[in-house]
């Protein structure tokens, strides 16, 4: 404690120094420093070799529906509002539109071009033509604004001829001076709508081809008659911003300035509506004879400091309930559409990410780290005060955890205690409310995923869109561990990139490198993040194998429980995402700890892992 006394001594000293020529230095009048986080916690190393699971194989056609918004935003839009609406900025009486807000007037995010590798048109012209007895590959293009056209025409279905498809959307990029040609409001329904019938027409096509008979000359649209044919659907729908198809309360003066004439109205289609149609999309996989999977790809396009918050979150959302993955792209740039193409033979996991943390161990809102002992999320010495059992991760016994019932009763105080200092306060009964609809067993809701949330949790949390997902807001950081660190997560929340205190780390490294969440990097002293060090160990087509070492884990005292999170990811389907977590304890405090994969067979008699799915 001398030392640091002495350098906050120095500091108010030169503090002093640099106002002499302002003031007389008065060190009574000084506003103090804020206070530093002056702990340290004991550390370990933890040791993890594993490797991805096996890749398999799956022969699928593939039929892809590209859908590109041509509202006429890409070519002049407004200033918008800082709300987030997507509505126009009021500047007094006016509002600003100009080309600078134009989101894509070139289309070369839409479109790209040949020589940027990945971008549609760039991409069509890399596929290789199909065999015309045999094609594996087939296209349609929507363009939507105030309605929505097809390619093929009255969304019939798709093309396998690439090479027409190629050249219908390079004329489709250039039509109108050299860029596309774009005007009208933006609708959503319109386009998923065309999707839908395409891919209708398309099964229908499939099952009528099946029930003919095998001897039947083969056609265009049934180049196998007899036989059931199985595609796999990928949508890839790219928009700048919400469905707006009206906005009242703007007119156009005798200047020809777009002025306010009356109340501002943004008309919009229904975001349930959407959904529900996307859902309808989805549910085509139902039909398994004639769809193996249904995948909805979004891109949100934006100009830097205009974005569209709620368009924006209604275009990850779509990409969640269509079992695919929502991008954001700034305009200018380009998409790789290599990224929505599935392998044509093998389907191989890929390592994500990995978190190793202590499970008894918790950063509270003090900015130190507490015991946690149950592993509940809630510190030993907060349970004690609050009147729950730092010894039962479920002191209730009503299938909740303590953790879960602290804030969503926003840690209301207890009422009444026992001679232990346990709450004797009427028990919340979820079994007969929030979550009547799940059955418990042995006391205990289901889990539907091993991240630490049951689907009664979850339900509690306003994440009913979670059940069955480890990681609801699709940011690649598993709910448990941005629920304890007290990070939203639920589906549609925006993901954990951001840095909250200015001080270098992202809410996302704090979790990964067990550092305090709420507390400033410039607060931390004698406080290190966690160091991971991964060798990668070999890789083949079918999987690849790594060792971990992770060192400078803080823990506190004895029988710690160590957890790792892995997560594999092959960015096409939603099945394909894999997570596995594991849990040992560390019955020293310098002892270091290693974990074998889930496939070891004394890991699996120690029962270490959980998996999922």
């Known amino acids: 404690m001398g030392a640091f006394k002495t350098q906050l001594e120095n500091r108010l000293v030169l503090g002093c120094i640099s106002l002499l020529a302002l003031t007389a230095c008065n060190q009574d009048k000084l506003t103090p420093l804020s206070p530093l986080n002056l702990s340290s916690a004991a550390q370990t190393s933890v040791n993890v070799n594993f490797c991805t699971d096996p890749s398999y194989n799956q022969k699928q056609y593939l039929k892809t529906i590209i859908i590109l918004d041509h509202s006429g935003s890409?070519?002049?839009?407004?200033q918008m509002a800082t709300d987030g609406s997507g509505g126009p900025a009021l500047n007094g009486n006016t509002i600003t539109i100009a080309d600078q807000y134009g989101t894509d007037p070139l289309?070369?995010?839409?479109?790209?071009?040949?020589?940027?590798?990945?971008?549609?048109?760039?991409y069509l012209s890399t596929v290789t033509p199909n065999d015309p007895t045999d094609p594996t590959h087939f296209f349609a293009l929507v363009d939507f604004s105030t309605q929505a056209t097809t390619y093929p025409a009255n969304s019939?279905?798709?093309?396998?001829?690439t090479v027409a498809f190629y050249n219908y959307v390079q004329q489709d990029a250039t039509v109108n001076n050299g860029g596309p040609n774009d005007g009208g409001s933006t609708s959503y329904l319109s386009a998923l709508t065309a999707a839908y019938n395409i891919m209708n027409s398309d099964i229908q096509a499939a099952a009528k081809c099946a029930a003919l008979p095998v001897t039947s000359a083969p056609q265009a649209w049934c180049l196998h008659p007899g036989t059931q044919v199985a595609s796999s659907y990928v949508i890839v729908m790219m928009s700048d911003g919400s469905p707006i198809i009206n906005i009242d309360g703007i007119g156009v003066d005798g200047s020809g300035n777009i002025v306010v004439t009356g109340q501002i109205n943004l008309e919009k289609e229904s975001s349930t509506d959407i959904l529900s149609l996307v859902g309808t999309i989805s549910s085509l996989t139902s039909n398994t004879q004639y769809v193996s999977s249904v995948n909805l790809f979004t891109i949100y396009y934006y100009v830097p400091g205009n974005v569209d918050l709620n368009g924006q979150a209604l275009l990850a959302n779509m990409a969640k309930r269509g079992n695919g993955i929502g991008y954001n792209a700034l305009s200018g740039s380009n998409i790789d559409y290599n990224s929505f193409q599935p392998p044509v033979k093998k389907i191989?996991?890929?390592?994500?990410?990995?978190?190793?943390t202590n499970a008894s161990a918790t950063w509270w809102t003090d900015g130190k780290l507490h015991q946690d002992t149950d592993m509940d999320g809630l510190p030993d010495d907060v349970e004690v005060a609050w009147g729950s059992d730092p010894l039962n991760a479920m002191t209730d016994n009503n299938g909740v955890s303590d953790l879960v019932k602290y804030f969503a009763t926003n840690a209301k105080p207890c009422a009444k205690k026992n001679a232990l200092g346990r709450c004797t306060d009427t028990v919340i009964n979820y079994a007969n409310t929030t979550c009547a609809s799940l059955k418990r067993t042995n006391g205990l809701f289901p889990s539907s995923d091993p991240s630490g949330l049951n689907d009664c949790?979850?339900?509690?949390?306003?994440?009913?869109?979670?059940?069955n997902n480890p990681d609801s807001n699709s940011d690649l950081l598993p709910d448990w561990l941005e629920f304890k660190n007290g990070v939203p997560f639920q589906m549609g929340m925006t993901p954990a990139v951001n840095t909250p205190d200015q001080d270098g780390y992202s809410t996302y490294q704090k979790i990964k490198l067990s550092l305090p969440m709420n507390l400033s990097a410039a607060q931390n002293i004698n406080i290190q993040p966690a160091v991971y060090n991964m060798t990668f160990v070999s890789n083949s087509d079918v999987q690849d194998c790594y060792q971990l070492s992770v060192t400078g884990l803080p823990v506190t005292g004895n029988g710690n429980t160590i957890r790792v999170d892995i997560i594999e990811k092959a960015e096409l389907l939603q099945e394909n995402y894999l997570y596995r977590v594991g849990k040992k304890v560390l019955t020293q405090a310098n002892q270091s700890l290693s974990f074998n994969d889930w496939n070891d067979a004394a890991e699996k008699t120690a029962k270490t892992w959980s998996v999922w799915p």
């Open 457 to 467: 949790e979850k339900l509690i949390l306003g994440d009913a869109a979670g059940i």
């Open 74 to 78: 890409n070519q002049h839009n407004y």
């Open 156 to 161: 019939s279905g798709f093309t396998s001829d």
């Open 107 to 122: 289309g070369k995010t839409r479109y790209g071009d040949i020589a940027t590798p990945g971008s549609l048109l760039n």
């Open 348 to 356: 191989k996991y890929s390592l994500s990410d990995v978190f190793v």
